[in-house]
């Protein structure tokens, strides 16, 4: 069973949007592990190592995902999670920005997949599903 770890990261209490996530790859048969609001992201790996995550997916929408989630990806290599697939999505910058250039930072940070806000859920479970098998799982 692929292994999942959903959550909004810092201190942005905007969950609507990953709980409906969370429930879509319920429904496609993936075991979630649902954070919520709040998450420090030390908590995002914890429960990553806890639950053998294949992959961690973070919203934001409070425009501070770059200060929340600086040095993550080095975090998670040095928690053994080096291979964990990093998704994140949201507002992810104050004001407006390019999403474009957001996209481009944040995978520079190491995540996988970055993601606008109102994104059709349809296209993310496509890419998990996809960079999974890449992998090696499905």
């Not at 190491?110 to 993601?115: A, K, N």
Request: net charge negative; aromatic share 6%; hydrophobic share 40%.
């Amino acid at each position: 069973m692929i292994n999942i770890v959903t959550g909004t990261v810092g201190h942005d209490s905007h969950v609507i949007g990953i709980k409906i996530l969370s429930r879509v790859l319920r429904e496609e048969g993936f075991k979630v592990t649902e954070l919520n609001a709040l998450t420090a992201p030390e908590e995002f790996i914890r429960a990553a190592q806890e639950t053998a995550a294949d992959a961690i997916l973070v919203s934001s929408l409070y425009g501070m995902a770059e200060l929340d989630l600086a040095g993550f990806k080095g975090k998670c290599i040095e928690a053994g999670l080096g291979d964990v697939l990093l998704y994140l999505g949201g507002n992810l910058a104050v004001g407006k920005h390019d999403f474009k250039e957001d996209e481009r930072k944040f995978k520079e940070m190491g995540f996988d997949r970055v993601y606008p806000p109102n994104i059709n859920l349809k296209i993310v479970l496509e890419d998990l599903k996809n960079d999974l098998k890449k992998k090696g799982k499905s």
